[in-house]
């Protein structure tokens, strides 16, 4: 079964607000991942949180990772109009094949000017 | 950062022909290329492994002699989709990474994608 499933599936916020997706996972893990996609387009790294990590910090996002929950989070602060896109989490399994990301659904999020 | 890139951007092909992608790694040398498809509205799903100079691992389900992939080099690898029919349209995804080390290392980086479209 799918790894990774992100919560919500959609979210619509203003311009300014921050905005956060859930990642949930069911297998231990090397590392999780987030990345973004406008539409039609490929992927665009955001950030990787190891398994011995909590929280990371990267401009105006914020990644934390529970691993006793099998989770994570992604925050944006301050959304941007640019910041419409799907948001999707990915994880690298503990002892599978280094690389081998299991991919979540996404979170479309749109961000109304 | 490592930039990847894909040819075509989008094809469109009659059933029973075959469709080649290549995934090229521009600025770094990728160890490993991942090829993913995803179809509208859905996630990406891992359809194979390739290692430089090796064959390629598979997911269950994906069928390896439809689905040809060549990793000839460490900036180049190709997938073919052979005998292509409707339902083989989608949305193609290869991505890249280093197990060299360096910012590539762990990261995978994605090209923009290939849309087929099988008539």
């Known amino acids: 079964s799918q790894q990774g499933e992100e919560d919500p599936q959609a979210l619509s916020i203003q311009e300014g607000e921050n905005a956060t997706m859930n990642c949930s996972y069911k297998?231990?893990?090397?590392?999780l991942q987030w990345y973004r996609q406008n539409s039609g387009r490929g992927l665009v790294h955001l950030i990787l949180?190891?398994?011995?990590?909590r929280e990371k910090h990267s401009g105006r996002l914020r990644v934390t990772l529970d691993t006793s929950k099998k989770s994570s989070s992604l925050l944006i602060t301050a959304s941007r109009a640019a910041d419409t896109a799907s948001y999707f989490c990915?994880?690298?399994?503990?002892?599978?094949?280094?690389?081998?990301?299991?991919f979540g659904k996404g979170t479309k999020l749109s961000v109304k000017p | 950062g490592a930039v990847v890139s894909q040819h075509p951007s989008w094809v469109i092909c009659k059933s029973g022909t075959s469709v080649k992608i290549e995934c090229r790694s521009l600025?770094?040398?990728?160890?490993?290329m991942f090829w993913y498809r995803q179809f509208p509205k859905q996630s990406l799903m891992l359809m194979a492994t390739?290692?430089?100079?090796?064959?390629?691992?598979?997911e269950q389900g994906v069928e390896k002699d439809k689905f040809l992939i060549n990793h000839a080099s460490l900036t180049l690898s190709t997938l073919t989709v052979t005998s292509a029919h409707p339902e083989d349209s989608s949305f193609y995804i290869c991505?890249?990474?280093?197990?060299?080390?360096?910012?590539?290392?762990?990261?995978?980086?994605f090209g923009p994608g290939t849309r087929l479209l099988v008539l």
């Open positions: 991505s890249a990474s280093s197990l060299a080390g360096g910012p590539q290392k762990e990261t995978q980086y």
């Open positions: 297998t231990s893990i090397n590392n």
């Open positions: 949180i190891r398994s011995n990590e």
């Open positions: 990915a994880t690298e399994r503990y002892g599978g094949s280094q690389g081998n990301l299991i």
């Open positions: 600025d770094f040398q990728a160890t490993t």
């Open positions: 390739s290692n430089e100079g090796s064959k390629a691992t598979y």
